[in-house]
């Protein structure tokens, strides 16, 4: 079995300020691990995954995550907060390559101060 | 590449009436096929997976009756929910695992108000 826990509902940020997302899974099997971001009334678009290699990700729109194994923490970031990044963020974890289905977390939602 | 084209994206039904939500693969094979149900403010719950040519696996507690799932080719999916009540009423968001990059891509999501 597998979970995903965000800490954090809502995160708020000033708008060029640092923005960190936290992200804890579980997993039985080596995991794939995602970060999505959504719009309100869209679907989920791709920030990065991790799947296997360098555990340092970068992904679209400056954000990038480290997969650390000993923490079995998938965190995410983006060094200055643009008012675009205003949104709600999910992470999640599938089951390696032989995984199916995605596990999400409760998400966090962003809020970006001017 | 690699995306899923979900329709429609806002529908208004009225109670008793059924509602066929359609998500189709445009450049790829998809599979598999998820459904998931999201709540306001909320995360996305998985609803069921459903395989080409075979039957939907349905999660613990959602009604297979309810939520009809059929996945006849490999570029189709449909969700179909049968006699809608307005406690059906939700945003319902299909996804596909992507074969040649172990990710997922996601539909545009559907508004299904019943009134």
């Known amino acids: 079995a597998q979970s995903v826990t965000q800490l954090g509902s809502h995160v708020s940020v000033s708008e060029g300020a640092l923005v960190l997302l936290r992200c804890n899974y579980s997993?039985?099997?080596?995991?794939?691990l995602f970060w999505y971001v959504q719009y309100p009334n869209q679907g989920l678009q791709l920030l990065l995954k991790y799947t296997t290699g360098a555990t340092l990700v970068k992904g679209i729109n400056g954000f990038e995550a480290e997969f650390k194994k000993s923490e079995t923490s998938f965190h995410l970031t983006k060094p200055s907060a643009h008012m675009s990044d205003a949104a709600e963020y999910f992470c999640?974890?599938?089951?390696?390559?032989?995984?199916?289905?995605?596990?999400f977390g409760g998400g966090t939602r962003v809020l970006v101060k001017p | 590449g690699a995306v899923v084209s979900q329709h429609p994206s806002r529908v208004i039904c009225k109670s008793g009436t059924s509602v066929k939500i359609e998500c189709r693969s445009l450049?790829?094979?998809?599979?598999?096929m998820f459904w998931y149900r999201q709540f306001p403010k909320q995360s996305l719950m998985l609803m069921a997976t459903?395989?080409?040519?075979?039957?939907?696996?349905?999660e613990q507690g959602v009604e297979k009756d309810k939520f009809l799932i059929n996945h006849a080719s490999l570029t189709l999916s449909t969700l179909t929910v049968t006699s809608a009540h307005p406690e059906d009423s939700s945003f319902y968001i299909c996804?596909?695992?992507?074969?040649?990059?172990?990710?997922?891509?996601f539909g545009s999501g559907t508004r299904l108000t019943v009134v």
């Open positions: 996804s596909a695992r992507v074969p040649t990059n172990y990710g997922y891509t």
């Open positions: 450049d790829f094979q998809a599979t598999t």
């Open positions: 459903s395989n080409e040519g075979s039957k939907a696996t349905y």
């Open positions: 997993s039985s099997v080596p995991p794939y």
């Open positions: 999640a974890v599938s089951e390696g390559a032989a995984g199916n289905k995605l596990t």
